[in-house]
């Protein structure tokens, strides 16, 4: 088993690495990778499932596009990188699925921000490079590897990286969303519908937590 992580940059995967193969520990993996600049949330959130990869021996996997690359995109547009810039992109992207970009934009109607278009650029971006280096990884391992990934809900609506998953090969990708205390009902996605909705309806299973005492 694999397991891939949004909130490793890809530049990082040599301390991911060294970190599974336990050359230092995880206080030391934290600095060398600057996650709390680089990721905000604390790394005690995702300390039990590294440690216990680590432990099984699974392929860590960092998924993380350049925080300053998809910020670059979100401000000047695909348009406005360098042809060095350009060629850390992969180089089979779809910006056309409507259903996806009405997602993001109801994702995205209450947050003030630039240019609409290029903050979905941004987030195109950002789904397609975490999709092409896990086909990338499972198409060198095929077919005994199985890949795991953690990203936000967003990412992991089928719309954003499974579909761009199996796009590229013969993969079969399901999504699966935690949610707490019962099974929340999906709603067929119309005009209307909410962001909740919406996300809620691009995936396959929940996975259902019951709150403790």
Same mark, same amino acid.
């Given at each position: ?52 990869? +680590?432990?099984? %021996?699974?392929? /860590? $996997?960092? !998924?993380?596009? @350049? ?73 060198? +391992?095929?077919? %005994?590897?199985? /890949? $795991?990934? !953690?990203?936000? @809900? ?60």
């Amino acid at each position: 088993l694999g397991l891939g992580f949004e909130m490793v940059r890809r530049q990082s995967q040599a301390h991911l690495s060294s970190y599974a193969e336990r050359d230092f520990e995880l206080d030391e993996f934290s600095r060398k990778v600057n996650w709390a600049e680089e990721w905000g949330f604390p790394i005690e959130y995702y300390a039990p499932t590294l440690q216990t990869g +680590r432990d099984q %021996g699974a392929s /860590l $996997l960092a !998924l993380g596009v @350049k925080r300053d690359l998809t910020m670059k995109v979100a401000t000047v547009g695909i348009e406005g990188l360098t042809p060095v810039e350009q060629r850390e992109l992969p180089s089979d992207m779809d910006f056309l699925k409507t259903e996806h970009r009405a997602l993001f934009d109801s994702l995205t109607q209450d947050h003030p921000h630039g240019d609409p278009n290029r903050m979905y650029a941004a987030q195109v971006v950002w789904d397609e490079s975490m999709a092409d280096a896990s086909a990338s990884f499972l198409a060198a +391992r095929a077919p %005994g590897r199985k /890949l $795991l990934i !953690l990203a936000g @809900k967003a990412h992991c609506h089928h719309l954003g990286i499974p579909s761009r998953v199996e796009r590229r090969g013969d993969f079969r990708v399901v999504s699966v969303i935690p949610v707490e205390g019962q099974p929340v009902k999906t709603k067929p996605v119309t005009a209307s519908s909410s962001a909740d909705d919406r996300l809620l309806a691009g995936y396959d299973y929940q996975l259902v937590f019951s709150a403790k005492d």
